[in-house]
């Protein structure tokens, strides 16, 4: 089993910065892509951020410039850092990874959230 541990989060003002962390503990697992999206009420996940264990950085387009997503494979744990934060940026947000077994394969696991608040 996989369990995420989420930090950071909270409220800031627009233009302000917030970080967020996830750190993944599983016995016998490698990560091969560890990454956050992100929910508003009433509208479907989005993607934030995402980086695979060899490299491999992508963002959503929303954020591109504005967040940064770093891996350290040492202890498999990302951070990402929210800088120039907007008020739509306000949403709660999910860890998501990408764990691999050898005899089940990749599976997804999802963090249980953390709310981020940009008030204008």
């Known amino acids: 089993q996989v369990q995420l541990v989420e930090s950071g989060g909270g409220s800031a003002q627009a233009g302000g910065s917030l970080r967020l962390g996830c750190a993944a503990r599983g016995n016998f697992h490698t990560f091969p892509s560890m990454g956050w999206y992100r929910q508003i009420p009433g509208k479907e996940r989005e993607l934030v951020a995402t980086?695979?264990?060899?490299?491999?950085?992508d963002y959503g387009d929303s954020v591109k410039g504005r967040f940064t997503i770093s891996r350290h494979n040492a202890n498999d744990s990302i951070t990402l850092q929210m800088d120039s934060l907007k008020p739509e940026d306000t949403a709660v947000y999910y860890c998501k990874v990408i764990a691999y077994l050898t005899w089940t394969g990749n599976r997804d696991y999802w963090g249980q959230g953390t709310q981020v608040t940009v008030s204008s």
């Open positions: 980086a695979g264990r060899f490299g491999g950085i």
